[in-house]
């Protein structure tokens, strides 16, 4: 019996790992991306995996939470991760990557994928699918208006959030005299440049940043951020003191020039192999461009900074999963159509590859059992990040009003009965067992 393909809307992180998963299991995929032809928010490529803000994909700890995802996702073979660990650059315990080098390495993987048909244009609408036909929705959090507004009936209950960018430096605009190389805690090799600060050059700095111009919301949209991912001067607003318990922590660290801990703190992160261009953690921003560049050039070793990539800020759609989806990440209203990645609440780099690889497998299982049972069904997947995560997006009912993106942490997980400290062991044992079962298909 032929298969048709199965459609693949977005070739982001979790359309990449979905349609790659799927070739690898002999079926045919037509994957769908919009860019170059269609740019829409902060892409600036035609590249497919672009990472649009940070580059790093999380800690790589083993026993943390996002240690325990990727752990599990290279267990299940994931394209990604692999990719990701050919293309990483020095970040600490963080799987960091040369962004460029990974969208390469992927975009590669597929267009050479003699299972894959890439299109390179906008899907208007569901309708020029073949009923029947099995589709992913990966399109992300900037999925294209129309796209986004002819799903309206599907989507009744859609949500959206405010997320924000960090601005990218060039690195030679950095005056080294007033940075150092070093890991918090002098933890490991010094991956990270640091820049010591003051009382009085924390102030000068805080003053201007709070009063800083910012882009205004669009008229009738209201401005919710997602916590992890606060806009710095919005942070710095709650209290004159929140940026240093926050991005400015100057614990783990001794300022050269007087040997104690500095008032606070900056870190820069390396972009690129070439180290030509950092990322300042923490700082993403909706401060207007001209701003940027003032306030920021008010840090002491940033008086000439050249910023390569503004902060931005902009809508992120998402779906209300619990309400939509059955466990197998197919829609309640139409078992053919799956969702994948952000675009159905979760949140994170490794958290869209995961929804990707899921989605994958469950079209696979349902294909080939014509039952729409998630694969995490055949497993203890509570023992499981993966499925502590998609139990949380899907099954734990939580209201609309609280429904906010999540990324993967021990929050999900039952630790009075799997304990963190020995997770990692629990879930290999079982994304071992699922992996062997899936070898079936
Ligand atoms: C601005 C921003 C910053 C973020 N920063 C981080 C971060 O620093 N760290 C982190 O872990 N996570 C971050 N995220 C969250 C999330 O991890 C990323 O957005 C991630 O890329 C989501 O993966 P995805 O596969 O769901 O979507 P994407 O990777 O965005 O992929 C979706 C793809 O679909 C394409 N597309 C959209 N509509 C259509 C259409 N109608 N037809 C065809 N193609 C279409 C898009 O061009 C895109 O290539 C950020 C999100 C945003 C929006």
Redesign the pocket.
């Known amino acids: 019996m032929s298969i048709a393909a199965v459609n693949i809307?977005?070739?982001?992180?979790?359309?990449a790992e979905a349609a790659l998963s799927l070739a690898d299991y002999g079926f045919k995929v037509n994957l769908?991306?919009?860019?170059p032809g269609v740019m829409?928010?902060?892409?600036k490529t035609g590249g497919l995996?672009?990472l649009?803000?940070?580059n790093s994909l999380?800690s790589l700890k083993p026993e943390s939470a996002p240690g325990v995802l990727k752990s599990e996702l290279s267990a299940l073979g994931s394209h990604l991760i692999a990719a990701a660990l050919e293309a990483r650059v020095p970040g600490g315990q963080a799987l960091c990557v040369d962004r460029e080098k990974f969208s390469e390495i992927i975009s590669a993987k597929i267009e050479t994928n003699a299972n894959i048909n890439l299109m390179r244009r906008?899907?208007l609408s569901l309708d020029e699918f073949e009923t029947g036909s099995k589709v992913i929705i990966?399109?992300?959090?900037?999925?294209?208006p129309d796209?986004f507004n002819s799903l309206a009936d599907k989507f009744s209950d859609n949500l959206y959030f405010y997320?924000a960018?960090s601005p990218i430096i060039d690195a030679g605009s950095v005056d080294m005299s007033r940075a150092f190389w070093k890991n918090r805690y002098s933890k490991g090799s010094d991956d990270y440049l640091n820049i010591a600060l003051n009382k009085d050059e924390y102030f000068a700095f805080y003053n201007e940043l709070i009063k800083a111009k910012t882009v205004p919301a669009r008229e009738g949209e209201k401005e919710i951020y997602f916590e992890s991912?606060m806009p710095i001067e919005e942070l710095a607003r709650r209290g004159e003191h929140t940026l240093r318990f926050g991005p400015m922590k100057p614990k783990g660290f001794d300022d050269p020039r007087t040997g104690r801990m500095p008032y606070a703190l900056i870190q820069l992160r390396t972009e690129n192999s070439l180290n030509s261009a950092f990322n300042i953690v923490g700082f993403q921003t909706k401060m207007t461009f001209g701003e940027q560049a003032r306030v920021l050039a008010l840090i002491p070793g940033l008086e000439n900074v050249k910023i390569l990539r503004y902060g931005v800020i902009?809508k992120?759609n998402y779906m209300y999963s619990p309400q939509l989806l059955n466990f197998n990440l197919s829609m309640k209203s139409a078992p053919d159509i799956f969702a994948a990645?952000?675009?159905l609440g979760s949140?994170?780099?490794c958290?869209?590859i995961a929804g990707?690889k899921l989605a994958a497998l469950n079209v696979v299982h349902s294909i080939k059992t014509g039952d729409n049972k998630s694969v995490l069904e055949s497993i203890d997947y509570e023992r499981t990040m993966m499925g502590s995560l998609f139990k949380y997006l899907i099954l734990s009912g939580v209201a609309k009003k609280r429904f906010v993106p999540m990324n993967s942490n021990f929050g999900l997980v039952d630790t009075a009965k799997y304990p963190k400290e020995t997770f990692h062991e629990l879930s290999n044992e079982q994304i071992l067992k699922l992996a062997d079962l899936l070898k079936k298909y």
């Open positions: 809307i977005g070739g982001g992180l979790s359309g769908f991306e919009c860019r829409q928010g902060v892409f995996c672009e649009v803000c940070s999380g906008e899907v990966a399109a992300g959090p900037l999925c294209t796209f997320d960018v991912c902009h992120n990645g952000q675009i949140e994170g780099y958290e869209a990707g």
